[in-house]
């Protein structure tokens, strides 16, 4: 009886104690639950433009509208025009070049090479008005500030193609003055989604389909979810705004971080918060980018320039982009693509314009940082690779001229002969050009922080801790569990237990033969004694 | 003349200690050698989660173990001896194929023979150490926190890892032996009845009447540790 009472409160114990750890526990994550509460309130703004009696007028040129602006925020455009948005530039120190202005005015990419010497036509991403191609830009003239390409909230403002920054005919500034508010998407994305010239070019993270898109592309812009707009992440104090990207800049400083708003222990398991240490959160949470739309993976500049009967041409690939074009190369464009991996610890270097190729594929910008490193996180990055011209004589890099409003101005574009455009490009930059001229490799990295997706397309253990083509095989030097091992010791371990698996069998078969024997001996033996 | 007699060896706590750690033991091994990638049962995140949580109930075993030697004084059973050591290895190599008697004679005071002495005292002071230490070590390895709270730096990873693989490969190669050693007892399962019910078939040589040296029950257990 004590014992079957025994028995009936132990398996009900055992029972009460399997329910609890087989049941799979949904538990809120409270930090989570407060940034939706707070992102979920959508500013209001506290003025309304149309009804600012300095807004009721026809404006004739967009610096009336500037004019305008500065009617009221008199001061503001001092913020602007100290920031990398105006200037094309930012001091930034990098090991082995010193402190550098680096920016959109003077690096090297691997897409459409430079903006100096086509500034007309890059100008359509400069938030000024009237860039030539030139040097005389003034960059202290504050009436050519261009307050609406960001601020412009009627979703109709656009800047006109090579109109030197200036916006298309067909905008109608009055409306657009009186729209005026926060950055929208589409603000931020009339220059970011197109960079390179097209959409989702450059970044593979950014494109047009953010605007309207689902949490599956991207849990934080997502029209079905919390539908952030990038302000909300990239704040601005004074116009200064946080965050930047590794192609332009070069500091580990005013960096936007997941971090910032979830914290680096964001998860309810211990064990992911201490992968946070050394794994960016971009590292599981963006398996995939170019989600929508391809994005360009590689661009052949030593094949741009074939003719049709003397005419420039284009080629589309199956997902109806373009694979040639006359003007510009070949491309490879691809979809829903895995991010490569490196160690990554906030700095960079770039190829400075007349910096000598030392090596072959030539890094544009490379990430700093190793595993050794303990500032160094493992980020996703895009490796856009290619190859351009360069001076074979005094090997380096050609920024070519390449836009130009007519033919006859040594622009590629318009005249197919890189040895003009290169000429005309060299002297913009105040460097020799010998005549000779090739193509070589380049690479560059562009770390891929978008297109977040829902937890549960995050990536799962083994897709980095295996032994096989794991999604960081390629990053060595580091123990990490599940992927490495010690082979010798993986082989002794192999053999100590090979060997006394045999030799278990070889004593039990040996005790079963003797005693087999033994009874016959005693067999014999009892035989013996009854005949 | 050759008799048998029923002779109370292990006592309650004893036995679930040993079964305890023997399940524990073998699903460390599988589930860490899933970590190791290889096999594939569970899954790296459920092997690691699982791996993580036995390796815990394996500490406060050895916990509870440690204090139940120190407190019965049974740490006794490990002093090593070399009296009967070559004779037991002779025993294993040569003896037991003649169908020679055991030279040691188990008892509730001498469980173990001078060749389980010793290699279970390996195993207490090496192996489970190795995997003990080493294991923590893993659990809790950080390189850098940004909250400034644990830094173990000091070691590789990869060292600690090695050594907690190499602690796991000698435990496997002594869950085999082990094992089979278990059937050279007076029958080929005695030894493993033995372990489940605390009484052991035991040779002895005399006929002399020996179930004064077998308590009843375990309430007994007390009185024979006194002896």
Redesign the interface.
């Known amino acids: 009886m004590k014992n079957a009472i025994l028995i009936i409160i132990g398996a009900n114990l055992l029972l009460l104690i399997l329910i609890n750890v087989l049941k799979p526990t949904e538990v809120v994550n409270l930090e989570q639950e407060k940034l939706k509460q707070k992102y979920a309130v959508k500013p209001v703004a506290s003025v309304d433009h149309s009804k600012l009696p300095a807004l009721q007028k026809k404006f004739q040129t967009p610096q009336d509208v500037t004019k305008a602006c500065n009617s009221c925020h008199t001061e503001t455009h001092k913020e602007i025009m100290a920031s990398a948005h105006w200037n094309w530039e930012r001091a930034g120190y990098i090991e082995g070049h010193g402190i550098e202005f680096l920016g959109k005015k003077n690096v090297v990419n691997n897409y459409c090479i430079g903006a100096k010497t086509n500034e007309q036509a890059c100008a359509k991403c400069h938030i000024g008005f009237g860039m030539f191609n030139n040097d005389n830009y003034n960059y202290s003239n504050q009436n050519n500030v261009d307050c609406m390409v960001c601020h412009d909230n009627s979703e109709t403002y656009m800047k006109g193609a090579s109109m030197t920054g200036y916006p298309d005919r067909t905008v109608n500034l009055e409306k657009v003055a009186q729209s005026v508010g926060l950055p929208m998407k589409s603000n931020c994305g009339s220059c970011h989604f197109y960079s390179g010239g097209g959409n989702n070019v450059k970044h593979g993270d950014l494109e047009e389909a953010q605007l309207n898109t689902t949490r599956d592309v991207d849990v934080h812009m997502a029209a079905d979810g919390i539908n952030l707009e990038c302000v909300d992440c990239h704040t601005a104090e004074n116009h200064q705004i946080k965050g930047k990207l590794y192609s332009v800049s070069s500091d580990h400083f005013n960096r936007a971080y997941c971090e910032d708003c979830h914290t680096?222990?964001p998860h309810l398991n211990e064990?992911l918060n201490?992968h946070?240490?050394?794994v960016s959160c971009q590292a599981c949470h963006i398996p995939l980018y170019a989600k929508v739309n391809a994005t360009k993976m590689d661009w052949k500049w030593s094949e741009a320039g074939k003719l049709k009967d003397g005419k420039a041409y284009e080629t589309e690939d199956s997902m109806g982009n373009h694979d040639y074009m006359s003007i510009k190369g070949s491309f490879v464009w691809k979809k829903n693509i895995q991010p490569d991996y490196v160690w990554f610890n906030g700095t960079s270097d770039h190829y400075l314009v007349g910096d000598t190729i030392n090596s072959i594929p030539v890094k544009i910008n490379s990430l700093n940082g190793s595993h050794e490193d303990?500032n160094s996180k493992i980020i996703p990055v895009k490796i856009n690779t290619g190859d351009q011209i360069y001076d074979t004589k005094y090997n380096y890099l050609i920024v070519p001229k390449l836009y130009a409003p007519e033919k006859g101005d040594s622009a590629f574009w318009e005249d197919f002969d890189w040895n003009t455009a290169a000429m005309a490009g060299m002297k913009r930059l105040g460097l020799p050009f010998s005549g000779e001229y090739d193509f070589v490799q380049t690479v560059m990295y562009w770390p891929v922080n978008h297109m977040v997706a829902p937890k549960e397309q995050s990536l799962?253990?083994?897709e980095c801790?295996?032994?096989h083509d794991g999604r960081l095989a390629k990053l060595t030097g580091?123990?990490m569990?599940?992927?490495?091992?010690?082979t010798l010791?993986?082989t002794?371990?192999k053999w100590?237990?090979i060997l006394?698996?045999a030799?278990?069998v070889i004593?039990?078969s040996?005790?079963i033969f003797?005693?087999w024997r033994?009874k016959k001996i005693e067999a014999k033996v009892i035989n013996y004694h009854e005949t | 003349m050759k008799s048998t007699n029923k002779v109370y060896i292990y006592k309650r706590f004893e036995r679930f200690w040993h079964w305890a750690q023997a399940a524990l033991i073998i699903f460390l091994a599988i589930t860490g050698f899933e970590i190791h990638d290889s096999i594939n049962i569970f899954g790296f995140e459920k092997a690691v989660e699982f791996h993580r949580d036995a390796s815990i109930g394996l500490m406060i075993l050895i916990i509870f173990a440690i204090f139940w030697h120190l407190a019965f004084d049974a740490w006794r059973q490990y002093i090593p001896t070399q009296k009967n050591l070559l004779a037991q290895i002779r025993f294993y190599t040569y003896g037991m194929f003649k169908g020679e008697p055991h030279p040691t004679e188990k008892t509730a005071l001498q469980k173990l023979n001078p060749l389980q002495r010793l290699i279970y005292l390996g195993f207490k002071l090496f192996m489970i150490p190795i995997v003990v230490v080493t294991g923590l070590l893993y659990m809790f390895y950080k390189t850098i926190d940004v909250n400034n709270v644990v830094v173990i730096s000091h070691f590789k990873l990869e060292s600690i890892a090695v050594w907690h693989t190499f602690g796991a490969f000698l435990l496997i190669v002594f869950l085999i032996v082990h094992v089979y050693m278990t059937t050279t007892g007076h029958t080929y399962t005695s030894n493993i009845k033995a372990m489940i019910t605390g009484y052991e078939e035991i040779e002895t040589e005399t006929s002399g009447d020996e179930s004064t040296t077998t308590p009843d029950s375990d309430e007994a257990d007390n009185l024979t540790e006194k002896n």
């Open positions: 680096s222990t064990m201490t946070t240490v050394r303990l799962s253990c083994s801790h295996t032994r580091f123990y569990p599940g992927r490495d091992r010690n010791l993986d002794i371990g100590l237990i006394s698996v030799g278990v004593h039990n040996i005790r003797t005693a033994q």
